[in-house]
């Protein structure tokens, strides 16, 4: 069957290959497993909790209506980190097309975590379409303002972790030249380097990456993935390293930070404002590519 629902989750496998899979959980409708030929491309923790206690710590984490703290909103500065889509349980829609076989979920206030929208009082309906390609993997969000009166303001982001190797062997091409916001030094400057590289904590911001470019991850030479985007002009590149894991309960093994890296295309640097009845579109799209190496305009 290509698609298997059960109370906790979805799994949505290939009918031409059964060892490509993708399991999406009904809490934070969070992809928390894609594998390409038996292969796991995602990095999940051993500790990660799936019983709906807490954010999954690994796989694709949904961020809305805020990224990071907000300190200064009167409404978005009331919610937790990262907002609440992460740690509600969406509805499933059900499957949409069976070639490529893709299924969505939903998310609106009557559903959403009630602790949460109490403190964002906001109309808004959101809907996720997961699409499992031959070798990729598309997450596609609508997000609608269904207020009649009132504009919606938010953030969104796909906090993607992706499986890699080993961290130090690693870099991510195509994000040179780009402005960046640093959220350890709280600065912002020019990525001169010609790659990214890891060998300490890392938690930066790139600002309007333009679509046209493919980020990839580089393992000794050798892309084992790319990251296209749509309408996601922000690229978060965040790996914890070794206190920051520690600090993490749900962080496991605490040497996992070698094996993950998260590329996170968003829209945070700036909100985006909906006026009553309309709606907005973005996607991630992770696939695999030649090498290619963009020059900087
Ligand atoms: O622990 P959380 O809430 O899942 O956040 C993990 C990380 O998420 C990243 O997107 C942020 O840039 C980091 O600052 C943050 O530490």
């Not at 949460?116 to 303002?145: C, Q, R, Y």
């Not at 269904?146 to 969104?156: A, I, P, Q, V």
């Not at 996601?232 to 309960?249: I, R």
């Amino acid at each position: 069957m290509p698609v298997k629902e059960t109370d906790r989750e979805v799994v949505l496998t290939r009918p031409d290959d059964e060892t490509t899979s993708v399991t999406i959980l009904k809490y934070g409708a969070t992809v928390y497993s894609w594998k390409l030929k038996s292969e796991e491309q995602l990095w999940l923790s051993t500790a990660a909790k799936l019983d709906g206690s807490k954010p999954v710590r690994g796989g694709i984490p949904l961020v809305f209506p805020v990224f990071g703290k907000n300190t200064t909103d009167e409404y978005l500065s009331k919610l937790p980190q990262h907002g609440l889509a992460r740690n509600s349980t969406w509805e499933f829609l059900g499957q949409t097309k069976s070639d490529p076989p893709t299924v969505q979920f939903g998310l609106k206030p009557e559903i959403a975590n009630p602790e949460l929208t109490k403190l964002w009082p906001m109309d808004f309906l959101l809907i996720l379409t997961v699409e499992l390609g031959v070798d990729s993997l598309k997450t596609a969000i609508e997000v609608e303002n269904t207020s009649t009166s009132k504009e919606l303001k938010f953030n969104w982001l796909f906090h993607t972790y992706f499986r890699i190797e080993d961290i130090e062997g690693t870099m991510v091409s195509n994000l040179a030249g780009m402005k960046l916001y640093d959220q350890l030094l709280k600065e912002s400057y020019l990525d001169k380097h010609p790659v990214v590289t890891f060998h300490q904590e890392t938690d930066v911001i790139y600002q309007n990456v333009s679509p046209e470019r493919a980020i990839q991850i580089v393992d000794k030479g050798v892309q084992v993935h790319t990251l296209k985007r749509y309408n996601l002009p922000d690229t978060v590149v965040w790996n914890p390293w070794v206190e920051k894991s520690q600090g993490m309960a749900d962080f496991e093994p605490k040497t996992g930070y070698e094996q993950m890296i998260c590329i996170e295309p968003g829209h945070v640097h700036d909100f985006i404002t909906l006026a009553p009845g309309k709606k907005w579109n973005a996607h991630q799209l992770l696939c695999k590519d030649e090498l290619n190496y963009q020059a900087i305009q």
